[in-house]
Every structure is written in C-alpha cells, then in structure tokens.
C-alpha cells in the first residue's frame, strides 16, 4: 500500500496558463475527494468522485476548474486561465467507502504569478 | 451548514508535558463524525484520532485522547507525553454520518513543542 500520491508536488505558472494535477489514490479506494487549503486555512471542499461518477462539486469550484476520474482510478484537475487567487495547496483524498477515513495525499503547491 | 471552529490559532507545550487543543462545531444532525488530522510542516496529512458521535465513550490513540461533549457540540484533542514529532499544524474536522458529504474543517492550532 503506496498511499495517495499527487504529481506534481509543486508548480509555478504564469497567470492565464492552464494546469493540470493528477491524483492517485489508494488502491481499491472508491471514493476520491479534492479540497483546497490556502495559507492560514483549513482544507476547503472542491468535489468527489464515487469510482468515475463525480458526485458534487463545490461552489468554490468555478467554470475554470475540471475534474475527471476516467475509469475509476486516477484522477486529474485542470485549472484554465489561472489567476494569482488560485494559488493554494491542492489536496487529495480517499476512501475505501463513504463511511471509512479519508487519507490524504502529498498535495500539489500551485504558486501563481 | 456545519461549521468547525478552533480558537486557538497557536499552541506551544513543553517536551513530556500534556497539552490540549480546543474545537467547536456546530451543527443540527444528530448523527456524525468528528477527527483530530495532524499536518506535519511540508508532510502530508495524517488521521490521528476519530470519534462517532454516537459513542458516549470518548476515543483514545495511545497518547492521544479526545474528550467529546456533544450537548456542548465540544471536540478537544489532549496530547499526553508530548514530543518533539508532535509538533504540527493540528486540524479538527467534521462529516456527517450520511457518508455523501465531505469533510469541514476548523483553521488548524499550529502545536510547538518545546525541548
């Protein structure tokens, strides 16, 4: 059991580019979440996956954010248009089931100039 | 909405001293979830204790333990023995038993231990 890994651990890009993260979770875990953690703050909600179905989305998830989870494994967030407001910490989370822990990967430090 | 509040921005405990971290939430359910989560500097982060909260009795993880008043709608943290790995950013969070809700977390208390 390798845990949840994110790539890439840190990414500079200048502001208007696009982005994309991948996340893969444990593996067997059916549920996948993305939250945001800026500085100062506590992980904030983005969306989840139950296998490849995306199941809610948060309202801090504006039309410039994608998420996928083609096939039920991996899963990746892509960020059009960046701006400097984006920067945080993207976190990554699964579980085995709605009702088991979460277990957190790595993050991705998205800095936006 | 549920919501998780910590106080208590900043902690600081002396090496083998105790120390304990404050959390509130608030919220209508009856039935739900709450955890202690530890975020090391530049590590990812870790579960260090959960409690139903339909167990009266309060979880203990080795030398982490929670004292959980639900009438209150209280969810502190005691760390026993503290030591030098302990020092973290420490986050309360909350989920509903419902399983199709994420999790809702406090700012964090940033735990200093001292030698």
């Known amino acids: 059991d390798t845990g949840v890994s994110q790539d890439p651990r840190h990414k500079i890009t200048k502001r208007g580019q696009n982005v994309t993260f991948r996340c893969d979770p444990i593996s067997e875990h059916n549920r996948l979440y993305w939250y945001r953690q800026t500085l100062g703050q506590g992980p904030e909600f983005l969306t989840y996956?139950?296998?490849?179905?995306?199941?809610?989305k948060s309202r801090l998830l504006s039309d410039r954010f994608s998420a996928e989870r083609p096939k039920g494994s991996f899963s990746t967030l892509e960020i059009q248009r960046t701006e400097q407001g984006d920067s945080a910490m993207y976190l990554c989370?699964?579980?085995?089931?709605?009702?088991?822990?979460?277990?957190f990967g790595p993050g991705t430090r998205l800095t936006v100039l | 909405a549920q919501t998780v509040t910590q106080s208590q921005p900043e902690m600081s405990v002396q090496e083998a001293e105790t120390v304990t971290l404050s959390c509130t939430y608030d919220?209508?359910?009856?039935?739900?979830?709450l955890f202690w989560y530890k975020q090391p500097p530049s590590r990812q982060m870790i579960l260090v204790i959960r409690q139903e909260a339909y167990k009266q009795q309060n979880a203990t993880e080795n030398r982490f333990s929670v004292n959980f008043q639900k009438a209150a709608k209280s969810f502190s943290l005691k760390i026993s023995d503290s030591q030098l790995g302990d020092a973290a950013m420490y986050f309360c969070a909350y989920r509903s038993a419902s399983g199709n809700t994420p999790l809702v977390f406090g700012k964090g208390t940033r735990l200093s231990v001292i030698a």
């Open positions: 919220t209508s359910e009856s039935d739900y979830y």
């Open positions: 996956f139950q296998n490849e179905a995306q199941l809610e």
């Open positions: 989370a699964s579980s085995l089931s709605p009702f088991d822990t979460q277990y």
